[in-house]
Protein backbone atom coordinates (compact mmCIF):
# COMPACT_ATOMS: atom_id res chain seq x y z
CA UNK A 1 0.00 0.00 0.00
CA UNK A 2 0.95 3.34 -0.34
CA UNK A 3 3.00 4.71 2.68
CA UNK A 4 5.14 8.14 3.23
CA UNK A 5 8.31 6.31 3.95
CA UNK A 6 10.91 7.39 1.15
CA UNK A 7 12.09 4.70 -1.18
CA UNK A 8 14.50 6.57 -2.72
CA UNK A 9 18.13 6.11 -2.00
CA UNK A 10 20.58 8.95 -2.52
CA UNK A 11 21.62 7.33 -6.41
CA UNK A 12 17.96 6.80 -7.38
CA UNK A 13 17.08 10.90 -6.14
CA UNK A 14 20.11 11.76 -8.28
CA UNK A 15 18.91 9.57 -11.30
CA UNK A 16 15.60 11.03 -10.76
CA UNK A 17 17.16 14.67 -10.33
CA UNK A 18 19.28 14.13 -13.82
CA UNK A 19 16.09 12.88 -15.71
CA UNK A 20 14.29 15.67 -15.17
CA UNK A 21 16.57 17.94 -16.07
CA UNK A 22 17.17 16.34 -19.83
CA UNK A 23 13.89 16.51 -20.31
CA UNK A 24 13.49 19.92 -19.39
CA UNK A 25 16.47 20.67 -21.91
CA UNK A 26 14.92 18.14 -24.56
CA UNK A 27 11.40 20.22 -24.43
CA UNK A 28 13.27 23.50 -24.73
CA UNK A 29 14.90 22.44 -27.58
CA UNK A 30 11.36 21.53 -28.93
CA UNK A 31 11.70 18.24 -29.31
CA UNK A 32 8.90 16.88 -27.88
CA UNK A 33 7.67 15.92 -23.94
CA UNK A 34 11.28 14.47 -22.87
CA UNK A 35 10.03 11.60 -20.80
CA UNK A 36 11.59 9.54 -22.51
CA UNK A 37 15.09 10.72 -23.33
CA UNK A 38 14.34 11.35 -19.43
CA UNK A 39 13.71 8.02 -18.55
CA UNK A 40 16.42 6.93 -20.13
CA UNK A 41 19.22 8.66 -18.59
CA UNK A 42 17.41 8.32 -14.95
CA UNK A 43 17.43 4.27 -16.02
CA UNK A 44 21.32 4.44 -16.99
CA UNK A 45 21.86 6.16 -13.81
CA UNK A 46 20.01 3.71 -11.50
CA UNK A 47 18.51 0.55 -13.54
CA UNK A 48 16.13 -0.19 -10.42
CA UNK A 49 14.36 3.41 -10.65
CA UNK A 50 11.40 2.04 -12.39
CA UNK A 51 10.70 -0.46 -8.97
CA UNK A 52 11.59 1.86 -6.38
CA UNK A 53 9.55 4.51 -7.75
CA UNK A 54 6.75 1.74 -7.64
CA UNK A 55 7.58 0.99 -4.24
CA UNK A 56 4.80 3.55 -2.94
CA UNK A 57 2.16 2.76 -5.17
CA UNK A 58 -0.76 0.50 -5.42
CA UNK A 59 -0.46 0.06 -9.46
CA UNK A 60 -2.43 -0.50 -12.53
CA UNK A 61 -1.14 -1.56 -15.49
CA UNK A 62 -3.18 -1.41 -18.98
CA UNK A 63 -1.78 -3.54 -22.42
CA UNK A 64 -3.69 -4.12 -25.30
CA UNK A 65 -3.20 -3.35 -29.06
CA UNK A 66 -5.65 -0.91 -29.19
CA UNK A 67 -7.55 1.06 -26.81
CA UNK A 68 -4.82 1.30 -24.16
CA UNK A 69 -4.21 5.03 -23.91
CA UNK A 70 -7.97 5.67 -23.63
CA UNK A 71 -8.40 3.08 -21.14
CA UNK A 72 -5.49 4.67 -19.14
CA UNK A 73 -7.24 7.81 -18.57
CA UNK A 74 -10.68 6.34 -17.72
CA UNK A 75 -9.63 4.31 -15.12
CA UNK A 76 -7.09 7.43 -13.84
CA UNK A 77 -9.87 9.28 -14.00
CA UNK A 78 -11.81 6.67 -11.69
CA UNK A 79 -9.40 6.08 -9.25
CA UNK A 80 -8.83 9.80 -8.60
CA UNK A 81 -12.21 9.52 -6.48
CA UNK A 82 -10.06 7.50 -3.71
CA UNK A 83 -6.76 9.14 -3.79
CA UNK A 84 -4.32 11.17 -6.29
CA UNK A 85 -3.33 9.48 -9.34
CA UNK A 86 0.12 9.51 -11.64
CA UNK A 87 -0.01 8.27 -15.00
CA UNK A 88 1.69 8.25 -18.38
CA UNK A 89 -1.01 9.71 -19.84
CA UNK A 90 0.36 10.97 -23.00
CA UNK A 91 1.27 7.07 -23.97
CA UNK A 92 4.79 6.69 -23.54
CA UNK A 93 4.50 3.34 -22.78
CA UNK A 94 8.18 1.94 -22.88
CA UNK A 95 10.25 1.57 -19.47
CA UNK A 96 11.66 4.95 -19.99
CA UNK A 97 8.93 6.48 -20.67
CA UNK A 98 7.04 4.78 -17.35
CA UNK A 99 10.27 5.59 -14.93
CA UNK A 100 9.85 9.51 -16.17
CA UNK A 101 5.70 9.50 -15.42
CA UNK A 102 6.45 7.81 -12.37
CA UNK A 103 8.94 9.97 -11.10
CA UNK A 104 6.55 13.34 -11.53
CA UNK A 105 4.17 11.49 -8.78
CA UNK A 106 5.87 11.66 -5.87
CA UNK A 107 2.75 12.30 -3.28
CA UNK A 108 0.36 9.98 -5.42
CA UNK A 109 -1.43 7.04 -3.74
CA UNK A 110 -2.33 4.88 -7.19
CA UNK A 111 0.21 4.82 -10.75
CA UNK A 112 -1.82 3.47 -13.14
CA UNK A 113 0.59 2.78 -16.09
CA UNK A 114 -0.38 2.18 -20.11
CA UNK A 115 2.52 -0.50 -21.25
CA UNK A 116 3.05 -1.41 -24.38
CA UNK A 117 2.45 -5.24 -25.00
CA UNK A 118 5.95 -6.00 -25.41
CA UNK A 119 7.50 -5.05 -22.51
CA UNK A 120 4.19 -5.88 -19.61
CA UNK A 121 6.01 -9.07 -18.54
CA UNK A 122 8.83 -6.54 -17.74
CA UNK A 123 7.40 -4.03 -15.72
CA UNK A 124 4.76 -6.18 -14.09
CA UNK A 125 7.97 -7.43 -12.96
CA UNK A 126 9.49 -4.31 -11.77
CA UNK A 127 6.17 -2.55 -10.81
CA UNK A 128 4.37 -5.38 -8.35
CA UNK A 129 0.88 -4.53 -9.87
CA UNK A 130 -2.25 -4.85 -7.80
CA UNK A 131 -4.12 -4.84 -11.02
CA UNK A 132 -3.21 -5.32 -14.55
CA UNK A 133 -6.19 -4.82 -17.33
CA UNK A 134 -5.86 -7.12 -20.93
CA UNK A 135 -7.86 -5.63 -23.21
CA UNK A 136 -7.37 -7.10 -26.96
CA UNK A 137 -4.79 -8.31 -29.13
CA UNK A 138 -4.41 -7.89 -32.78
CA UNK A 139 -1.91 -7.82 -35.63
CA UNK A 140 -0.11 -4.10 -35.57
CA UNK A 141 3.63 -3.29 -36.88
CA UNK A 142 3.53 -6.03 -38.68
CA UNK A 143 7.66 -5.65 -39.70
CA UNK A 144 8.54 -5.71 -35.47
CA UNK A 145 6.04 -6.43 -33.48
CA UNK A 146 5.28 -10.23 -32.90
CA UNK A 147 2.82 -11.86 -34.07
CA UNK A 148 -0.06 -11.68 -31.74
CA UNK A 149 0.33 -15.55 -30.37
CA UNK A 150 3.76 -15.01 -29.57
CA UNK A 151 2.48 -12.10 -27.76
CA UNK A 152 -0.14 -14.19 -25.89
CA UNK A 153 2.16 -16.71 -24.96
CA UNK A 154 5.11 -13.90 -23.66
CA UNK A 155 1.58 -12.67 -21.69
CA UNK A 156 1.11 -15.39 -20.48
CA UNK A 157 4.50 -16.99 -19.09
CA UNK A 158 5.45 -13.80 -17.86
CA UNK A 159 1.72 -13.08 -15.62
CA UNK A 160 1.85 -17.03 -14.13
CA UNK A 161 1.61 -17.01 -10.38
CA UNK A 162 0.91 -13.04 -10.95
CA UNK A 163 -0.03 -11.77 -7.10
CA UNK A 164 -2.10 -8.95 -9.24
CA UNK A 165 -6.13 -9.09 -10.14
CA UNK A 166 -5.90 -9.38 -13.75
CA UNK A 167 -9.06 -7.41 -15.67
CA UNK A 168 -9.49 -9.51 -18.86
CA UNK A 169 -11.65 -9.24 -21.95
CA UNK A 170 -13.51 -12.47 -21.95
CA UNK A 171 -14.79 -11.87 -25.79
CA UNK A 172 -10.84 -12.00 -26.80
CA UNK A 173 -9.68 -15.75 -27.34
CA UNK A 174 -5.83 -14.58 -27.20
CA UNK A 175 -6.36 -12.13 -24.05
CA UNK A 176 -8.70 -15.40 -22.38
CA UNK A 177 -5.59 -17.74 -22.91
CA UNK A 178 -2.91 -15.08 -22.55
CA UNK A 179 -5.01 -14.78 -18.72
CA UNK A 180 -5.64 -17.87 -17.48
CA UNK A 181 -2.36 -19.22 -16.36
CA UNK A 182 -3.08 -16.17 -13.67
CA UNK A 183 -4.83 -17.19 -10.47
CA UNK A 184 -7.14 -13.99 -9.95
CA UNK A 185 -9.00 -13.58 -13.08
CA UNK A 186 -11.90 -11.08 -13.57
CA UNK A 187 -13.36 -11.38 -16.67
CA UNK A 188 -15.30 -8.30 -18.39
CA UNK A 189 -17.56 -9.32 -22.00
CA UNK A 190 -16.17 -6.34 -23.59
CA UNK A 191 -16.63 -7.67 -27.05
CA UNK A 192 -14.66 -8.47 -30.10
CA UNK A 193 -15.19 -6.50 -33.40
CA UNK A 194 -11.98 -7.21 -35.07
CA UNK A 195 -12.30 -11.17 -35.07
CA UNK A 196 -8.99 -12.07 -37.56
CA UNK A 197 -6.60 -12.58 -35.13
CA UNK A 198 -9.14 -15.38 -33.46
CA UNK A 199 -10.01 -17.85 -35.98
CA UNK A 200 -7.39 -20.88 -34.68
CA UNK A 201 -7.46 -21.43 -30.85
CA UNK A 202 -4.00 -20.19 -29.16
CA UNK A 203 -4.23 -23.31 -26.87
CA UNK A 204 -3.77 -26.29 -29.33
CA UNK A 205 -3.72 -24.19 -32.87
CA UNK A 206 -7.62 -26.28 -33.66
CA UNK A 207 -10.36 -23.97 -35.42
CA UNK A 208 -12.11 -21.82 -33.27
CA UNK A 209 -16.07 -22.18 -33.38
CA UNK A 210 -17.54 -19.24 -33.19
CA UNK A 211 -21.77 -19.30 -32.25
CA UNK A 212 -23.21 -15.76 -31.42
CA UNK A 213 -21.15 -14.20 -29.49
CA UNK A 214 -19.60 -17.38 -27.86
CA UNK A 215 -16.84 -19.09 -28.81
CA UNK A 216 -14.28 -22.46 -28.08
CA UNK A 217 -12.05 -24.70 -29.35
CA UNK A 218 -14.07 -28.11 -30.61
CA UNK A 219 -10.81 -29.69 -30.48
CA UNK A 220 -9.45 -29.26 -26.97
CA UNK A 221 -12.19 -27.58 -25.21
CA UNK A 222 -10.88 -24.05 -24.29
CA UNK A 223 -13.40 -22.07 -24.31
CA UNK A 224 -15.06 -18.47 -23.58
CA UNK A 225 -15.48 -17.97 -19.67
CA UNK A 226 -18.35 -16.55 -17.76
CA UNK A 227 -17.62 -13.14 -17.33
CA UNK A 228 -18.47 -11.39 -14.13
CA UNK A 229 -18.82 -7.86 -15.88
CA UNK A 230 -20.49 -7.49 -19.02
CA UNK A 231 -20.64 -4.46 -21.43
CA UNK A 232 -24.96 -4.17 -22.67
CA UNK A 233 -25.60 -1.49 -24.74
CA UNK A 234 -24.89 1.77 -22.91
CA UNK A 235 -24.48 0.07 -19.76
CA UNK A 236 -22.28 -1.84 -17.69
CA UNK A 237 -23.65 -4.61 -15.92
CA UNK A 238 -21.19 -5.46 -12.28
CA UNK A 239 -21.11 -8.65 -10.38
CA UNK A 240 -24.29 -8.02 -8.83
CA UNK A 241 -26.05 -7.98 -11.91
CA UNK A 242 -26.63 -4.33 -11.18
CA UNK A 243 -27.26 -2.26 -14.63
CA UNK A 244 -25.12 1.33 -14.43
CA UNK A 245 -25.38 3.81 -17.55
CA UNK A 246 -22.15 4.67 -19.09
CA UNK A 247 -21.96 9.16 -20.22
CA UNK A 248 -19.03 9.74 -21.98
CA UNK A 249 -18.10 12.49 -24.31
CA UNK A 250 -15.83 9.96 -26.43
CA UNK A 251 -17.78 8.65 -29.01
CA UNK A 252 -18.08 4.84 -30.16
CA UNK A 253 -18.97 1.47 -28.88
CA UNK A 254 -15.07 0.82 -28.70
CA UNK A 255 -15.11 3.59 -25.39
CA UNK A 256 -18.21 2.16 -23.77
CA UNK A 257 -15.90 -1.33 -23.68
CA UNK A 258 -12.89 0.84 -21.94
CA UNK A 259 -15.38 2.32 -19.64
CA UNK A 260 -16.65 -1.47 -19.11
CA UNK A 261 -13.25 -2.64 -18.44
CA UNK A 262 -11.92 0.53 -16.65
CA UNK A 263 -15.39 0.56 -13.96
CA UNK A 264 -13.99 -3.19 -13.18
CA UNK A 265 -10.59 -1.89 -12.42
CA UNK A 266 -11.74 0.73 -10.02
CA UNK A 267 -14.06 -1.79 -8.40
CA UNK A 268 -10.58 -3.51 -7.45
CA UNK A 269 -9.99 -0.41 -5.62
CA UNK A 270 -13.17 -0.05 -4.08
CA UNK A 271 -14.64 2.30 -6.06
CA UNK A 272 -18.05 1.97 -6.53
CA UNK A 273 -19.29 1.83 -10.80
CA UNK A 274 -21.55 4.59 -10.24
CA UNK A 275 -18.31 6.71 -9.33
CA UNK A 276 -16.41 5.23 -11.49
CA UNK A 277 -18.16 6.06 -14.66
CA UNK A 278 -19.78 9.29 -13.59
CA UNK A 279 -15.43 10.44 -13.07
CA UNK A 280 -15.06 8.93 -16.70
CA UNK A 281 -17.62 11.57 -18.31
CA UNK A 282 -14.45 14.14 -17.39
CA UNK A 283 -12.24 12.66 -20.11
CA UNK A 284 -13.28 14.73 -23.58
CA UNK A 285 -10.29 13.88 -25.82
CA UNK A 286 -7.04 11.71 -25.60
CA UNK A 287 -3.97 13.06 -26.49
CA UNK A 288 -6.20 14.59 -29.42
CA UNK A 289 -7.93 12.09 -30.16
CA UNK A 290 -11.51 12.34 -30.84
CA UNK A 291 -11.17 16.58 -31.10
CA UNK A 292 -12.66 18.57 -33.41
CA UNK A 293 -10.51 21.48 -34.10
CA UNK A 294 -11.05 24.69 -36.80
CA UNK A 295 -8.81 24.57 -39.74
CA UNK A 296 -9.21 26.91 -43.00
CA UNK A 297 -13.09 27.48 -41.72
CA UNK A 298 -14.18 24.08 -41.43
CA UNK A 299 -14.60 21.58 -38.61
CA UNK A 300 -11.98 18.68 -38.73
CA UNK A 301 -12.78 15.57 -36.32
CA UNK A 302 -9.29 13.90 -35.72
CA UNK A 303 -9.11 10.20 -35.19
CA UNK A 304 -6.38 7.73 -34.40
CA UNK A 305 -6.43 4.59 -36.47
CA UNK A 306 -3.43 2.13 -36.05
CA UNK A 307 -3.78 -1.05 -37.23
CA UNK A 308 -7.00 -2.91 -39.13
CA UNK A 309 -8.53 -3.34 -35.73
CA UNK A 310 -8.62 0.33 -34.78
CA UNK A 311 -9.75 1.52 -38.27
CA UNK A 312 -12.57 -1.24 -38.23
CA UNK A 313 -13.63 0.70 -34.76
CA UNK A 314 -13.02 4.02 -36.33
CA UNK A 315 -15.22 3.54 -39.23
CA UNK A 316 -18.16 3.02 -37.03
CA UNK A 317 -17.73 6.67 -35.45
CA UNK A 318 -18.12 8.57 -38.65
CA UNK A 319 -20.96 10.39 -39.52
CA UNK A 320 -22.78 8.77 -42.47
CA UNK A 321 -22.35 9.28 -46.12
CA UNK A 322 -21.99 12.11 -47.60
CA UNK A 323 -19.62 13.25 -44.67
CA UNK A 324 -16.01 14.08 -46.50
CA UNK A 325 -13.25 11.55 -45.23
CA UNK A 326 -9.39 12.65 -45.00
CA UNK A 327 -7.52 9.44 -45.04
CA UNK A 328 -3.27 9.99 -43.95
CA UNK A 329 -1.06 6.92 -43.91
CA UNK A 330 2.83 7.13 -43.02
CA UNK A 331 4.79 3.75 -41.97
CA UNK A 332 7.99 5.70 -40.06
CA UNK A 333 9.46 3.79 -37.13
CA UNK A 334 6.76 4.44 -34.39
CA UNK A 335 4.13 3.20 -37.13
CA UNK A 336 5.79 0.20 -38.61
CA UNK A 337 7.62 0.84 -42.25
CA UNK A 338 5.06 -2.55 -43.79
CA UNK A 339 1.97 -0.94 -44.60
CA UNK A 340 0.61 -4.68 -46.21
CA UNK A 341 -1.51 -4.69 -43.18
CA UNK A 342 -3.83 -1.44 -45.20
CA UNK A 343 -5.18 -4.78 -47.52
CA UNK A 344 -6.63 -5.97 -44.22
CA UNK A 345 -9.08 -2.94 -43.62
CA UNK A 346 -12.32 -2.73 -45.51
CA UNK A 347 -12.28 0.48 -47.12
CA UNK A 348 -15.88 -0.21 -48.78
CA UNK A 349 -17.28 0.88 -45.70
CA UNK A 350 -16.23 4.14 -46.69
CA UNK A 351 -18.56 3.95 -49.96
CA UNK A 352 -20.53 7.26 -50.50
CA UNK A 353 -17.78 9.33 -48.95
CA UNK A 354 -15.94 11.62 -50.24
CA UNK A 355 -12.18 10.67 -50.15
CA UNK A 356 -8.90 12.52 -49.79
CA UNK A 357 -6.05 10.95 -49.41
CA UNK A 358 -2.77 12.55 -48.15
CA UNK A 359 0.43 11.31 -46.07
CA UNK A 360 3.82 9.61 -47.04
CA UNK A 361 2.00 6.52 -48.29
CA UNK A 362 -0.72 7.66 -49.91
CA UNK A 363 -0.15 6.05 -52.69
CA UNK A 364 0.23 2.55 -51.13
CA UNK A 365 -3.61 3.73 -49.77
CA UNK A 366 -4.32 5.08 -53.55
CA UNK A 367 -3.60 1.76 -54.83
CA UNK A 368 -6.09 0.03 -51.62
CA UNK A 369 -9.21 2.31 -52.25
CA UNK A 370 -8.50 1.69 -56.07
CA UNK A 371 -9.37 -1.92 -55.90
CA UNK A 372 -12.03 -1.41 -52.88
CA UNK A 373 -13.77 0.50 -55.44
CA UNK A 374 -13.58 4.06 -53.16
CA UNK A 375 -14.25 7.15 -55.51
CA UNK A 376 -10.89 9.36 -54.25
CA UNK A 377 -8.60 11.87 -54.61
CA UNK A 378 -4.97 12.18 -54.11
CA UNK A 379 -3.87 15.17 -52.49
CA UNK A 380 -0.28 17.04 -51.05
CA UNK A 381 -1.19 18.30 -48.10
CA UNK A 382 -4.34 18.60 -45.50
CA UNK A 383 -4.52 21.76 -46.56
CA UNK A 384 -5.13 21.12 -50.18
CA UNK A 385 -7.40 18.68 -49.08
CA UNK A 386 -9.47 20.73 -46.74
CA UNK A 387 -9.99 22.80 -49.96
CA UNK A 388 -11.30 19.97 -52.02
CA UNK A 389 -13.23 18.62 -49.12
CA UNK A 390 -17.48 19.40 -49.91
CA UNK A 391 -19.61 21.19 -47.62
CA UNK A 392 -20.10 19.14 -43.73
CA UNK A 393 -17.85 18.46 -40.68
CA UNK A 394 -14.53 16.58 -41.88
CA UNK A 395 -13.19 13.11 -40.51
CA UNK A 396 -9.58 12.71 -40.41
CA UNK A 397 -8.19 9.65 -39.85
CA UNK A 398 -4.77 8.80 -39.62
CA UNK A 399 -2.13 6.48 -38.64
CA UNK A 400 0.28 7.34 -35.35
CA UNK A 401 2.71 9.47 -37.30
CA UNK A 402 0.69 10.62 -39.52
CA UNK A 403 -1.87 11.82 -36.79
CA UNK A 404 1.35 13.74 -34.83
CA UNK A 405 1.68 15.47 -38.30
CA UNK A 406 -1.97 16.53 -38.83
CA UNK A 407 -1.82 17.67 -34.89
CA UNK A 408 0.92 20.56 -35.68
CA UNK A 409 -0.35 21.42 -38.94
CA UNK A 410 -4.02 21.92 -37.54
CA UNK A 411 -2.65 23.72 -34.10
CA UNK A 412 -4.17 21.04 -32.09
Not at 238 to 264: C, E, F, T, V, Y
Not at 267 to 275: E, H, K, L, Y
Not at 280 to 287: K, P, R, T
Not at 346 to 361: C, E, K, Q
Request: glycine share 8%; proline share 6%; net charge neutral.
Amino acid sequence: MAGNSDPLTPRAKIAVTAGKAVAAASRAAGRGSGSVIGGRVALKLDPDLLARLAQNLDVVLVSATNGKTTTTRLIAEALRAAGPVVSNALGANMPAGITSALAGGSDSKYGVIEVDEKYLAGVARDTAPKCIALLNLSRDQLDRAAETRMLAENWREGLAGSKAVVVANADDPLVVWAASSSPNVVWVAAGQMWKDDAWSCPSCGGVMQRPGDDWFCGECGFRRPQPSWALSGDHVLDPHGSAWPIHLQLPGRANKANAASSAAVAAVFGVPPQVALERMYQVQAVAGRYDVVQFQGRDLRLLLAKNPAGWLETFSLIDPAPAPVILSVNARGADGTDTSWLWDVDYTRLTGHPIFVIGDRKLDLAVRLEVANQHFQVCDSVDQAVQQCPPGRIEVIANYTAFQDLRRRVGN
